[in-house]
Protein backbone atom coordinates (compact mmCIF):
# COMPACT_ATOMS: atom_id res chain seq x y z
CA UNK A 1 0.00 0.00 0.00
CA UNK A 2 1.00 3.78 -1.05
CA UNK A 3 -0.70 5.52 1.82
CA UNK A 4 -2.06 7.27 -1.83
CA UNK A 5 -6.37 7.10 -1.86
CA UNK A 6 -9.01 7.42 -4.25
CA UNK A 7 -12.37 7.76 -4.28
CA UNK A 8 -14.95 6.47 -5.52
CA UNK A 9 -13.31 3.18 -6.99
CA UNK A 10 -15.85 3.16 -9.49
CA UNK A 11 -18.32 5.66 -11.37
CA UNK A 12 -20.45 5.99 -14.38
CA UNK A 13 -21.73 8.98 -15.54
CA UNK A 14 -23.74 9.75 -18.85
CA UNK A 15 -22.04 11.70 -21.63
CA UNK A 16 -22.15 15.51 -21.13
CA UNK A 17 -22.67 14.91 -17.17
CA UNK A 18 -19.36 16.14 -15.24
CA UNK A 19 -17.34 14.56 -12.90
CA UNK A 20 -15.16 15.06 -9.64
CA UNK A 21 -12.29 12.72 -8.68
CA UNK A 22 -10.39 12.69 -5.48
CA UNK A 23 -7.43 11.84 -3.76
CA UNK A 24 -5.85 11.87 -0.66
CA UNK A 25 -1.66 11.95 -1.14
CA UNK A 26 0.53 10.52 1.14
CA UNK A 27 1.63 11.53 3.95
CA UNK A 28 4.38 13.91 3.92
CA UNK A 29 3.75 14.76 0.18
CA UNK A 30 2.76 18.12 -1.23
CA UNK A 31 2.73 17.12 -4.89
CA UNK A 32 -0.23 15.49 -6.31
CA UNK A 33 -0.33 13.84 -10.35
CA UNK A 34 -3.25 12.79 -12.43
CA UNK A 35 -3.12 10.36 -14.95
CA UNK A 36 -5.65 8.52 -17.48
CA UNK A 37 -5.38 5.02 -18.26
CA UNK A 38 -7.72 4.11 -21.05
CA UNK A 39 -7.87 0.35 -21.72
CA UNK A 40 -5.12 -1.23 -22.83
CA UNK A 41 -2.65 1.87 -22.88
CA UNK A 42 -0.42 3.13 -20.35
CA UNK A 43 -0.98 5.76 -18.53
CA UNK A 44 -1.10 9.23 -19.70
CA UNK A 45 0.06 12.45 -17.52
CA UNK A 46 -2.90 14.92 -17.24
CA UNK A 47 -1.76 17.64 -15.35
CA UNK A 48 0.61 17.98 -11.54
CA UNK A 49 -0.47 20.63 -8.55
CA UNK A 50 2.21 21.67 -6.32
CA UNK A 51 1.66 24.21 -3.61
CA UNK A 52 -2.20 24.86 -4.98
CA UNK A 53 -0.96 25.53 -8.70
CA UNK A 54 -1.08 23.59 -11.91
CA UNK A 55 2.79 22.78 -12.43
CA UNK A 56 2.79 21.15 -15.78
CA UNK A 57 0.07 20.12 -18.27
CA UNK A 58 -0.26 17.27 -20.85
CA UNK A 59 -1.93 17.24 -23.91
CA UNK A 60 -5.47 17.12 -22.31
CA UNK A 61 -8.49 19.77 -23.27
CA UNK A 62 -9.57 22.78 -20.70
CA UNK A 63 -12.37 20.95 -19.67
CA UNK A 64 -10.10 19.06 -17.54
CA UNK A 65 -9.34 20.91 -15.01
CA UNK A 66 -8.38 20.21 -10.80
CA UNK A 67 -7.59 21.20 -7.35
CA UNK A 68 -4.77 20.68 -5.05
CA UNK A 69 -6.30 22.30 -1.12
CA UNK A 70 -4.23 23.19 1.91
CA UNK A 71 -4.14 19.93 3.18
CA UNK A 72 -2.26 18.70 -0.12
CA UNK A 73 -5.61 16.57 -1.24
CA UNK A 74 -6.58 17.03 -4.62
CA UNK A 75 -9.86 16.62 -7.47
CA UNK A 76 -9.61 16.48 -10.87
CA UNK A 77 -13.12 18.07 -13.02
CA UNK A 78 -14.06 16.77 -16.15
CA UNK A 79 -16.83 18.39 -17.75
CA UNK A 80 -18.93 17.23 -20.93
CA UNK A 81 -18.03 14.14 -20.66
CA UNK A 82 -17.18 12.45 -23.87
CA UNK A 83 -17.29 8.31 -24.72
CA UNK A 84 -13.58 8.25 -24.73
CA UNK A 85 -12.56 9.88 -21.47
CA UNK A 86 -13.97 6.15 -20.14
CA UNK A 87 -10.31 5.10 -18.39
CA UNK A 88 -8.66 4.64 -15.13
CA UNK A 89 -8.15 7.67 -13.57
CA UNK A 90 -4.61 7.62 -11.14
CA UNK A 91 -3.86 9.93 -8.87
CA UNK A 92 -0.06 9.78 -8.04
CA UNK A 93 1.95 11.57 -4.86
CA UNK A 94 5.18 12.71 -4.71
CA UNK A 95 7.06 15.51 -2.59
CA UNK A 96 8.92 18.19 -4.32
CA UNK A 97 11.06 20.99 -3.42
CA UNK A 98 12.01 23.51 -5.76
CA UNK A 99 13.65 21.47 -8.79
CA UNK A 100 14.07 18.06 -6.80
CA UNK A 101 11.75 15.75 -5.81
CA UNK A 102 10.87 12.17 -5.31
CA UNK A 103 9.40 9.21 -7.47
CA UNK A 104 5.75 9.14 -7.80
CA UNK A 105 3.70 6.71 -5.86
CA UNK A 106 0.37 6.30 -7.12
CA UNK A 107 -3.58 5.31 -5.63
CA UNK A 108 -5.48 2.02 -7.10
CA UNK A 109 -7.59 4.27 -9.10
CA UNK A 110 -10.76 5.34 -10.10
CA UNK A 111 -12.48 3.26 -12.89
CA UNK A 112 -14.81 5.64 -14.79
CA UNK A 113 -17.20 4.88 -17.63
CA UNK A 114 -18.93 7.66 -19.71
CA UNK A 115 -22.49 6.19 -21.34
CA UNK B 1 10.98 14.99 -26.72
CA UNK B 2 10.97 11.88 -24.44
CA UNK B 3 9.76 8.81 -25.09
CA UNK B 4 9.94 4.94 -24.64
CA UNK B 5 9.02 1.97 -26.62
CA UNK B 6 8.13 -1.12 -25.13
CA UNK B 7 9.26 -4.00 -27.75
CA UNK B 8 6.83 -7.11 -26.98
CA UNK B 9 3.12 -6.68 -25.84
CA UNK B 10 2.87 -9.61 -24.48
CA UNK B 11 5.56 -12.18 -23.23
CA UNK B 12 5.12 -16.13 -22.23
CA UNK B 13 7.06 -17.83 -20.05
CA UNK B 14 7.23 -21.07 -17.81
CA UNK B 15 7.63 -20.41 -14.00
CA UNK B 16 11.29 -20.87 -12.70
CA UNK B 17 12.27 -19.93 -16.63
CA UNK B 18 14.40 -16.39 -17.00
CA UNK B 19 12.12 -13.31 -18.14
CA UNK B 20 13.37 -10.53 -20.45
CA UNK B 21 11.00 -7.41 -21.01
CA UNK B 22 12.25 -4.96 -23.41
CA UNK B 23 12.38 -1.34 -23.32
CA UNK B 24 14.01 1.42 -25.80
CA UNK B 25 14.21 5.20 -24.76
CA UNK B 26 14.68 8.27 -26.36
CA UNK B 27 15.23 11.90 -24.57
CA UNK B 28 16.44 15.34 -25.11
CA UNK B 29 17.65 15.15 -21.27
CA UNK B 30 19.91 13.08 -19.34
CA UNK B 31 16.71 10.37 -18.46
CA UNK B 32 15.51 8.90 -15.01
CA UNK B 33 14.00 5.73 -15.81
CA UNK B 34 11.97 3.49 -14.35
CA UNK B 35 9.82 -0.03 -14.34
CA UNK B 36 6.69 0.05 -12.91
CA UNK B 37 4.18 -2.84 -12.65
CA UNK B 38 0.66 -3.11 -12.82
CA UNK B 39 -1.37 -5.93 -11.27
CA UNK B 40 -5.44 -6.65 -11.84
CA UNK B 41 -7.56 -3.95 -10.70
CA UNK B 42 -4.35 -2.57 -8.52
CA UNK B 43 -2.39 0.58 -9.17
CA UNK B 44 1.19 0.97 -10.22
CA UNK B 45 3.80 -0.33 -8.19
CA UNK B 46 7.44 0.95 -8.72
CA UNK B 47 9.63 -1.86 -9.22
CA UNK B 48 12.91 -0.19 -9.68
CA UNK B 49 14.36 2.93 -10.95
CA UNK B 50 17.89 4.58 -12.96
CA UNK B 51 18.81 7.90 -12.20
CA UNK B 52 22.26 8.39 -13.58
CA UNK B 53 24.19 6.69 -10.38
CA UNK B 54 24.87 2.35 -11.07
CA UNK B 55 24.47 1.43 -14.37
CA UNK B 56 22.75 -1.73 -13.14
CA UNK B 57 19.61 -1.31 -10.91
CA UNK B 58 18.39 -3.62 -8.67
CA UNK B 59 14.48 -3.47 -7.61
CA UNK B 60 12.56 -5.35 -5.76
CA UNK B 61 11.03 -9.13 -5.81
CA UNK B 62 14.46 -10.01 -7.92
CA UNK B 63 14.08 -7.65 -10.45
CA UNK B 64 17.21 -6.06 -12.16
CA UNK B 65 17.20 -3.47 -15.10
CA UNK B 66 20.65 -2.31 -17.34
CA UNK B 67 20.64 0.92 -18.39
CA UNK B 68 22.79 0.85 -22.02
CA UNK B 69 23.30 4.33 -23.42
CA UNK B 70 25.12 3.25 -26.16
CA UNK B 71 22.01 0.84 -27.11
CA UNK B 72 19.65 3.87 -25.58
CA UNK B 73 18.12 0.22 -23.73
CA UNK B 74 16.74 -0.16 -20.03
CA UNK B 75 15.69 -3.87 -20.23
CA UNK B 76 14.16 -5.35 -17.45
CA UNK B 77 14.86 -9.02 -16.00
CA UNK B 78 14.26 -11.75 -13.76
CA UNK B 79 16.49 -15.12 -13.24
CA UNK B 80 13.50 -17.06 -12.43
CA UNK B 81 9.79 -16.41 -12.88
CA UNK B 82 7.35 -16.86 -10.44
CA UNK B 83 3.60 -17.33 -10.85
CA UNK B 84 2.95 -13.97 -8.94
CA UNK B 85 4.93 -11.77 -11.53
CA UNK B 86 2.14 -12.16 -14.00
CA UNK B 87 0.82 -8.67 -14.22
CA UNK B 88 1.58 -5.53 -16.58
CA UNK B 89 4.84 -4.32 -16.51
CA UNK B 90 5.57 -0.72 -17.60
CA UNK B 91 8.95 1.18 -18.84
CA UNK B 92 8.93 4.81 -17.77
CA UNK B 93 11.23 7.83 -18.51
CA UNK B 94 10.76 10.91 -16.58
CA UNK B 95 9.35 13.90 -18.66
CA UNK B 96 11.42 16.88 -18.10
CA UNK B 97 14.82 14.42 -17.38
CA UNK B 98 16.81 13.14 -14.16
CA UNK B 99 15.72 15.71 -11.87
CA UNK B 100 11.68 15.43 -12.35
CA UNK B 101 11.18 11.95 -11.67
CA UNK B 102 7.51 12.73 -10.77
CA UNK B 103 6.17 13.97 -14.49
CA UNK B 104 5.93 10.27 -15.99
CA UNK B 105 5.63 9.12 -19.79
CA UNK B 106 5.12 5.23 -19.59
CA UNK B 107 5.25 3.03 -22.76
CA UNK B 108 2.24 1.09 -23.65
CA UNK B 109 3.19 -1.98 -21.48
CA UNK B 110 4.12 -5.19 -21.63
CA UNK B 111 1.68 -8.29 -20.37
CA UNK B 112 3.92 -11.01 -18.76
CA UNK B 113 2.11 -14.82 -18.30
CA UNK B 114 3.48 -17.18 -16.78
CA UNK B 115 2.73 -20.76 -16.84
CA UNK B 116 2.64 -23.50 -14.18
Known amino acids: ETGVTQSPTHLIKTRGQQVTLRCSSQ?????VSWYQQALGQGPQFIFQ???????GRGNFPPRFSGLQFPNYSSELNVNALELDDSALYLC??????????????FGQGTRLTVV | AQSVTQLDSHVSVSEGTPVLLRCNYS??????LFWYVQHPNKGLQLLLK??????LVKGINGFEAEFKKSETSFHLTKPSAHMSDAAEYFC??????????????FGTGTRLQVFP
Open chain 1, 92 to 105: ASSWRESEMNTEAF
Open chain 1, 27 to 31: SGHNT
Open chain 1, 49 to 55: YYREEEN
Open chain 2, 27 to 32: SSYSPS
Open chain 2, 50 to 55: YTSAAT
Open chain 2, 92 to 105: VVSAFGRYNTDKLI
